[in-house]
């Protein structure tokens, strides 16, 4: 009846409305929210990612790391310590800890007394970006091995990986 009446009208006709109707409507592909963590990280690159500095650059990881999970998860409160994020993580429902590192993942060695915690957030399986503290910019700076010896071995600090439960 609708189409009587627009055609009627004059608005359409018959062969616009025929060709309307076969027209195909491409997939609309959801971005999954680990997707949108890589992107996010992935984007970011090089760029400053704790622009407000509340924490000095050279202790600006935790600042810029939750400042990238807050793209994702508007809600998330933005900390200034490696520690506060650790926890942070560990009680959010919407991230698990694992024992396997892959894109996407943040990895968080918290402070320990005065030895300095980092944290970041691996762009592919086995590159973590993180902030460089001499620059201020987010850099896709370590490998996990390379994490592990600076972190384990020259800081005696322990290293967690969470993954966003999607």
């Known amino acids: 009846f609708i189409k ?3 055609m009627w009208l004059g608005l359409y006709s018959t062969k616009e409305i025929e060709i ?3 027209i195909p409507l491409p997939p609309i592909k959801m971005e999954t929210l680990q997707e949108k963590m890589i992107r996010v990280a992935q984007e970011a690159l090089d760029t400053d990612v704790s622009p407000l500095n509340q924490a000095p650059k050279e202790l600006s990881c935790a600042e810029g790391v939750s400042n990238l999970i807050k793209k994702v998860f508007p809600d998330f409160t933005i900390t200034t310590g490696t520690s506060t994020l650790f926890t942070q993580l560990k009680n959010d429902k919407r991230f698990k ?3 396997t590192p892959s894109i996407g993942c943040v ?3 918290p402070r320990i007394g ?3 915690g980092h944290t970041g ?5 086995d590159r973590v970006a993180s902030n460089d503290s001499k620059t201020g910019l987010w850099k896709g700076n370590y490998t996990f091995d390379s994490w592990i ?4 071995y020259s800081r ?5 990986l969470f993954e966003i439960i999607n």
């Open 4 to 6: 009587q009446v627009l």
């Open 20 to 22: 309307m109707e076969y």
């Open 97 to 99: 800890a694992t024992l």
């Open 107 to 109: 990895i968080v060695s």
């Open 114 to 116: 005065d030895r300095a």
């Open 121 to 125: 957030i691996f762009i592919t399986n």
């Open 149 to 152: 010896k600076t972190f384990k």
């Open 156 to 160: 005696n600090l322990h290293t967690y």
